[in-house]
């Protein structure tokens, strides 16, 4: 964890420290509720500004913030970088933020308080637990946009670059409702809104849950197609495009056997497209 | 490595399988990588305890399966190295 601590020994080994303030949210997600204390109204408001919020506090998996000293870390150059968190079993390390994640609880320590960022170092840790613990509750949170076609759910799964953003920004165009361009979340054979977003703002989502109908893979081609995705293949994708679960051995059987419960109720399918093309009718009558 | 007829294999420890169907589905953990094999490989890695040759799965696969011993062996040689090589078989 040496890219982001200066003195990786000296991460919390238990869940205290001194909180930034004394409010309490309660966020709304699959997976959860969470309930965040420990923290001071600008945090709050950059809270309500990416995230559900529940009216009245309540019970929920707790997650304590408390605070960082700029010397625990280390300075990171950003510019042409991806960020990728370091997760070692419970522990999470990124910028400005350290978190110790257990079954029950967590805890964040962080310098950051601004209500531009803040949400930020929550999101963060909350990808990776939602993660957790939407498989753990029968869930899973997948890797890919999603959008309606003729109100059925379509999921689109890929890594960085494999079209994404481009297929939701197809499907906006064409007036179509979609989720989040970057993870989603499986509930109950529905796909479930999530903030957890890419280049999609917050407001553009849909926020209803829509019957999942067909899980794609996506591949950049000269015209646009789509296939049937044999129900293994499918298994395959579905294994591959659940971070954070799908590098963990404790994990493993929960997840594979997840991925096939899942691919065996929906349809599978790889869709060829263009950027500039025109998916929907394809997806319309699939 | 050289792997022959007489060779044990079992599961990596990080590795994790379920058969679909006519398929079988494998997850390497530490990598994240997941391979689709086909029936009779999916067959190898159920037999594969460690303790049986790959002669003796050719056998009870042959059995299965009702194809020529040579062919079955040679499929579950070429089969084993992919498993090896992909770091979801180790040998026992």
């Known amino acids: 964890m040496s890219r982001f601590l200066r003195s990786p020994s000296l991460f919390p080994a238990r869940m205290s420290g001194e909180p930034w303030g004394t409010e309490t949210v309660v966020i709304e997600l699959p997976g959860g509720p969470f309930r965040v204390s420990g923290l001071t109204d600008e945090q709050v408001a950059s809270i309500g500004d990416r995230f559900p919020k529940r009216a009245t506090a309540g019970d929920g998996y707790d997650i304590a913030v408390f605070r960082a000293s700029p010397s625990d870390f280390q300075p990171v150059e950003t510019k042409g970088w991806e960020y990728d968190l370091e997760i070692d079993g419970p522990a999470i390390v990124g910028m400005d933020l350290m978190a110790r994640v257990e079954a029950d609880r967590a805890a964040i320590w962080t310098t950051v308080t601004s209500r531009d960022a803040f949400w930020g170092v929550v999101e963060n840790v909350l990808r990776p637990l939602v993660a957790r613990r939407l498989l753990a509750e029968g869930g899973l949170l997948v890797h890919g946009a999603a959008a309606v076609f003729n109100e059925r759910g379509f999921l689109f799964c890929g890594p960085s670059g494999a079209g994404k953003s481009t297929v939701a920004g197809l499907a906006i165009a064409d007036g179509r409702e979609v989720f989040s361009d970057d993870l989603n979340a499986i509930v109950d054979q529905s796909i479930v809104p999530l903030p957890f977003t890419g280049d999609l703002a917050a407001k553009e989502l849909r926020s209803a849950p829509a019957p999942l109908h067909t899980i794609v893979a996506l591949e950049k081609g000269s015209s646009d197609a789509i296939r049937p995705l044999s129900v293994p293949q499918t298994v395959s994708l579905l294994v591959r495009c659940s971070p954070y679960v799908n590098r963990d051995s404790a994990l493993g059987q929960t997840l594979l056997d997840r991925a096939v419960d899942v691919a065996r109720t929906a349809r599978g399918a790889v869709l060829t497209f263009r950027r500039d093309g025109d998916v929907c009718p394809i997806l319309d009558s699939w | ?92």
């Open chain 2, 1 to 92: 490595m050289t792997i022959d007829l007489q060779t044990r294999l079992a599961l990596d420890p990080a590795a994790r399988f379920r058969r679909v169907g006519d398929e079988g589905v494998v997850v390497q953990q530490s990598s994240a990588e997941v391979l689709v094999v086909n029936d009779t490989a999916a067959r190898l890695i159920e037999l594969s305890n460690g303790a049986r040759t790959i002669g003796d799965c050719a056998g009870l696969i042959e059995a299965d399966f009702g194809v020529e011993h040579d062919v079955i062996e040679r499929d579950l040689l070429r089969f084993a190295q992919e498993l090896v090589t992909a770091g979801v078989a180790k040998i026992a």
